[in-house]
């Protein structure tokens, strides 16, 4: 069973990801409320992809993709970012860093685990 790292501090929203991606997608889903957590989870339990809150409290997305990469043990694992600042401009400037893609918020709950699996490749 595939397993993803969901990093983000909005608990309801938490939830409902959590609820949309195990029923619809089938995966098992990994919670973490904040950039650390995420990435000690990250490291620990090796997920097979991260979904990602840019606006997080104590360390933005962004940084902590930067963290990611800079670790051997996470940094072949596939990062999607959820951004609710998704400007005309923005969607390239995550392109260049390396991301698997990006998913704006607010998103629609029941088409999230397609969103997912198309941005990965998983079938």
Known sequence: MRRILL???????SEVVQTCLETLGGWEVLIATTANEGLLIA???????ILLDVML???DGITLFHHLQEKPD???IPVILLS????????NQFANL???GVIAKPFDPLKLADQVAKILGWS
């Not at 490291?43 to 992809?49: D, F, H, K, R, S």
């Not at 609710?84 to 969607?91: L, N, S, T, V």
């Open 7 to 13: 990093i983000d501090d909005e608990e309801r929203l």
């Open 43 to 49: 490291e620990i339990e090796q997920p097979n992809a």
């Open 57 to 59: 409290p104590e360390m």
């Open 74 to 76: 996470t940094q072949s």
């Open 84 to 91: 609710a600042k998704i400007q005309f401009a923005e969607p």
């Open 98 to 100: 390396g991301v698997a």
